[in-house]
């Protein structure tokens, strides 16, 4: 161990060794070096409050708590100082000439040792103690990053008030020795020669947004040349009962830049399984994540109200990534890097706790305000969704999902699967749902009618995700997830009619069945590989005919979204059904029997297919497909003004 007493001391070989790699390449990015010296002279300040507050009389009384920093270009100096607590000659040998030795760490635990004192405020926490950055001991070395030659000028507030320097390049020796004429009244100054490379820390705008990045939320006030730049509270840290709305409101502005107040704030302090203070808001605007703000999502890492990485994604999941703010944890040491941090078990840990309490403020929300949450949804509902990957709280997931319906009176209202269940008829077991992009082209859905004639809602799935979200979901309550274009021919042959259905019309003759047996197969010829098979329907009401997968395929949603991206755009080869009960089909019927061969019969074959793919979301040659209407325009208006002799 190095004596005090002498004037130069040589660092030890293994903190030669150590040093060269803090000031190398422990921190990637150089500016942290005054994020660690504020923090150390906010630590000492801390200390200095806490033995105040302890009744201890400190030297200099009415100097002010705070953080002077000043610049000095001519002799390229940086100056950091606190009239904090202090160190005396051994304390500046021990902490500044020993790597790994926290004074901070010490102190804590000498705190720990010491029994609260009585009185008023007896049994009340040790405020001061929690916001204690350092208790690691090597902080103070980044300095090296950008020094050549350092000065530490300290006098204790308490005991001996005799100042001393302790001098080094880093390299190493450091030497400690009674100050000169300058040495602060108390407190610590120091002095950073900046290296040549180092020169833009000689800049005040430089040195201001490093301070405003990394440290504009210590608990004192930190002046450059004068001026205060931090002024914002650590609101996060601040008891609930006691902050404003409008406090949430600014602090929200000021992290987010958005002009709009936040949807809502989610201010969490928890101590266990993981001591952390959280500040979360949901903003009451869209974000692309799908896009332009693909990456710009996670929560700000601080700890005891420094920052630690803006972003940071470990600490929520993608799907609550509309969530900003804040999280602060004692429990993090600051000098951590990127890569041990991507390891950590306690982010982990804080990621089940924000998840487990956003789910419980979107569940409050969506029983207590479903006005709120409806709007919210309309926001953010889009990432959310993808919630559906999240296990273990998938039917909590579920249970927040919000969709448009077929017992909506409006396009825009939403309802829940649990408040489908409570509609549903007894013996219902399964979600129906119907892809397409819109209302309107849901309701003309043919798959969709049966649905309506038995009152049996139907879930509209606007976006192309949502079926995967189904898929992906299987079940929620024992109930599963089934498209209406998947449902099999007796589906719902157990439920009543409730809507008025269109009156049936005379069932065929056998004689009339087995000749539309051979129509079909006429229709079938006509369309060639366009369709592999034409039959009859059993899941039509009022629509001539449909498009349907063969057995237990994708719906017809999911095989667009797979052609988009095999930038395929033909139609996939379906199932014509037709329904031998609508006037069109009886009226083919009926000339077929009188000639298998009329020529209309190929035109309206193809009309009906045409009208299907259209309906089914296909309009792959519009050309042909005009000229195919054309066609029978012309033919059926050549017949009617023959049949009315016109
Ligand atoms: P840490 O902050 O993790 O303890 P540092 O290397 O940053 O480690 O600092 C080492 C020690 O030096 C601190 O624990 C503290 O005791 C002492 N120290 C550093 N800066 C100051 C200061 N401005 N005033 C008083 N003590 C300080
Ligand atoms: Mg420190």
Redesign the pocket.
Known sequence: MTQAKEKTHEFRAEVRKVLNILTHSLYTNREIFLR?LI???S??LDKLRFRISRGEKPLAPDMPLEIRISIDKDKKLLTIA?A????NEG?LAE??GTIA?????E?LAQLNSVTPPRGEDAGEERPDAANI?????????SIFMVAEKVEVV?RPAFGEAVAHIWTSDGLGAYSVEPAGDGAPER??V?KAYLKENAAEFLEKFRVESVIRNHSAFMPFPILLDGSRVNSEPALWLEPKFSIKKEQYDTFYKTLTYDAKEPLDALHLSVDAPVQFNALLFIPDGAQDFFGADRDFWGIDLYTRRVLIQRRNKDLIPEYLAFFKGVADTEDLP?NISRETLQENVLLRKINQVVVKQALNHLEKTARDNPEKYSRFWRLHGKIFKLGYHDFPNRERVSALLRFNSSSLDESDALTGLDDYMTRAPEGQKTFWYVSAPNREAARLNPHTERFRSKGIEVLYLYEPVDEFVMEGLGKYKEWDFKSVENAPDDALSTFEDKNEVSPKSVPLSEEEQNECAKLLDRMKDILGDKVREVRVSHRLENSPSVLVSPDGSMTSSMEKLLKVMQKDDSPSIKILEVNQNHPLLRAMLKIFRADPQDSLLVLMTRGLFDASLLLDGFISEPQALALRMNGLLTETAALYAEVRKL
Do not use: H, P, Q
């Not at 904090?84 to 160190?87: A, H, N, T």
């Not at 350092?134 to 103070?140: D, E, K, M």
């Open positions: 660690e923090s150390n002279a630590d000492a606190d904090g607590i202090g160190m304390e902490n500044l030795k926290s004074g901070s760490e102190f950055v350092g208790r690691f001991g090597i902080g103070f070395y300290s407190g610590t120091v600051l």
